[in-house]
């Protein structure tokens, strides 16, 4: 049997002495959930911050008004800013962010029900990436959490 990826993931992070923060929203706390299952997450887990408001992204995070206003919070703008918030706050080598819209409702033409971005702010800056993702709520938020666990395990390795 295959172990969890957030296990294989927190090997990696506990191998390289790497620590991580998380800042989500469409996921809810899934991603840090799934990390703090995991016996000994407190090695390389700083804190996790749900910031599923406009409010609590400026607030938690130092996103700016200018990009929510101008990009919304459903883009790689934010999700960017998310990242370096959440990892600049927290003193980690990772920053990890998700934004998305998970539905049912929530979509509109130009970002659609199930459009996320995921970024990863790292010792070498930021990337970002978008996808969407199909199913219903929970499908998509676990999907989102797959593709941020995944994406931050394969950066850890770079170290």
Same mark, same amino acid.
């Given at each position: ?5 957030? +296990?294989?993931?927190? +090997? ?9 923060? $998380? ?10 959930? /799934? ?27 130092? $996103? ?55 970024? $990863? ?10 996808? /969407?993702?199909?199913?219903? /709520? ?22």
């Amino acid at each position: 049997m295959a172990k969890p990826l957030e +296990e294989t993931l927190g +090997e990696a992070l506990r191998e390289k002495k790497a620590t991580v923060a $998380v800042a989500e929203s469409c996921t809810g706390g899934l991603i840090s959930h /799934r990390i703090t299952n995991i016996s000994g997450s407190s090695e390389y887990f700083e804190r996790g911050v749900i910031a599923y408001s406009n409010k609590a992204k400026i607030d938690y995070l130092g $996103v700016s008004e200018e990009i929510l206003s101008s990009c919304g919070a459903v883009s790689s703008e934010t999700a960017m800013a998310m990242a370096y918030g959440i990892k600049k706050a927290a003193n980690t080598t990772f920053g990890l962010a998700v934004t998305g819209i998970a539905g049912p409702g929530g979509g509109t033409p130009e970002k659609p029900v199930g459009l996320v971005f995921i970024a $990863v702010a790292g010792p070498d800056g930021i990337e970002v990436t978008g996808s /969407r993702f199909d199913g219903d /709520r929970v499908t998509i938020k676990v999907k989102t959490a797959e593709a941020a666990l995944t994406w931050l395990l394969s950066e850890a390795k770079k170290l």
